[in-house]
């Protein structure tokens, strides 16, 4: 049974830092894992989708990879702006694409 | 840029009563999700929905819990008999072939049961 677990479970940095959040899963056999941002009492916006053939992917400021073997994802956030303070999820998708989430990294960028 | 879209925001209910939560997937997409949050807790998955039928559904996704798509845009979740413990953030997603594997997700519809 696939489980994710996200490390740290809060994070605080002052504007302009670079940083990298982390996401571990026990089942090997992953399809893809999938990088989310939620803001308060808000919905999910994908971020980044990492097939499972896939080493990282890219989008502006954001860079996920991903280590099937080691069973690690990671998001690594450029210049981190106020604007980027939010709730990051990964999640791992299976054969039939359900998602099991880990329970995020709330990030705070001090202005 | 394409989005799904969910109705209710809010909505509070009385334990026992029957609750219709409505999704407008993405056009074109072809599979459905429901996934719940409660309060500070994970995101977790309910019931996927292809072709017409129930592909896969959780342990949470009890007799209590029905999908529909009753036409071709509408996707929606009943809770026939509301409990407190459904007070949730219930969140419908859809995913197309042509878009890989990206799920994308509504705002979701926040559920109070009093």
């Known amino acids: 049974k696939q489980e994710v677990t996200q490390i740290p479970a809060a994070l605080s940095v002052p504007e302009g830092e670079n940083l990298v959040l982390n996401c571990s899963f026990t089942d090997s056999a992953i399809y893809n894992l999938q990088w989310f941002r939620q803001d308060p009492g808000k919905g999910l916006t994908s971020l980044l989708l990492?097939?499972?053939?896939?080493r990282e992917q890219t989008s502006g400021r954001l860079n996920a990879s991903l280590d099937k073997s080691s069973g690690r994802s990671t998001l690594y956030i450029a210049a981190s702006q106020p604007g980027d303070s939010a709730t990051y999820l990964c999640?791992?998708?299976?054969?039939?694409?359900?998602?099991?989430f880990g329970t995020g990294t709330l990030l705070a960028v001090q202005p | 840029e394409p989005e799904v879209t969910q109705t209710p925001s809010h909505q509070v209910t009385q334990m026992g009563q029957e609750v219709i939560l409505r999704c407008v997937p993405i056009?074109?997409?072809?599979?459905f999700y429901w996934y719940r949050q409660i309060l500070g807790q994970k995101v977790e998955f309910l019931v996927s929905?292809?072709?017409?039928?129930?592909?896969?559904k959780s342990e949470i996704f009890d007799d209590q819990f029905s999908v529909e798509r009753p036409d071709g845009s509408n996707f929606t979740l009943k809770i026939r008999s509301t409990k407190l413990e459904d007070s949730a953030m219930y969140f419908c997603a859809s995913r197309g072939t042509l878009s890989g594997n990206t799920i994308y997700f509504g705002e979701g519809s926040w559920l109070t049961v009093v």
């Open positions: 056009s074109n997409h072809l599979y």
């Open positions: 929905f292809y072709n017409n039928e129930i592909s896969e």
């Open positions: 990492i097939q499972s053939s896939q």
């Open positions: 999640a791992g998708g299976g054969a039939t694409n359900k998602l099991i």
